[in-house]
């Protein structure tokens, strides 16, 4: 064999090496840039969700005395505040999150699913997550908390 083959054969295998690191290298990148854009994302439809809760009930969540009354408008808005958290329930559910991600928010959403709020909807709106069990079996899981 001589020198000219074996440069080719080195600078082959150099080269299929740094190809492969730089494949492995984008696609944790890549997977990084969406899990920061899935963030963003469902940070600003969590946002979203809050800001449609009629008479601040939402900040008002915890306070049985300050609830609002029930009504269509608040129902829809708990809704639909439930189906952003089932959202990032699924993701995290078939390990799409990081648990770094799923993490952030978990600690908040098992909260604010104890909250008399969610408690009293939750009854009338069940039945609207019945697609996605797990979701559910969450949901009823942190509201058992309150009792123990």
């Known amino acids: 064999m001589d020198w000219l083959t074996l440069t080719a054969q080195i600078a082959t295998i150099i080269s299929v090496i740094f190809a492969a690191i730089s494949i492995r290298s984008s696609t944790y990148l890549s997977r990084k840039q969406w899990q920061v854009d899935t963030f963003n994302t469902y940070s600003e439809r969590h946002l979203a969700a809050i800001r449609d809760f009629p008479d601040n009930a939402f900040y008002n969540r915890f306070d049985e005395s300050k609830l609002p009354e029930r009504s269509p408008e608040l129902t829809f808005a708990v809704r639909n505040y439930l189906f952003v958290i089932c959202n990032v329930h699924y993701l995290a559910y078939h390990k799409y ?9 978990r ?11 969610i408690t009293r909807e ?25 009792e123990t």
């Open 97 to 105: 999150l990081e648990d770094s991600i799923w993490n952030a928010w």
């Open 107 to 117: 600690s908040d959403m098992e909260r604010t699913l104890r909250a008399p709020l």
């Open 122 to 146: 939750w009854p009338d709106i069940k039945s609207e997550f019945d697609y996605f069990k797990p979701f559910a079996t969450f949901v009823e899981e942190n509201q058992l908390k309150i």
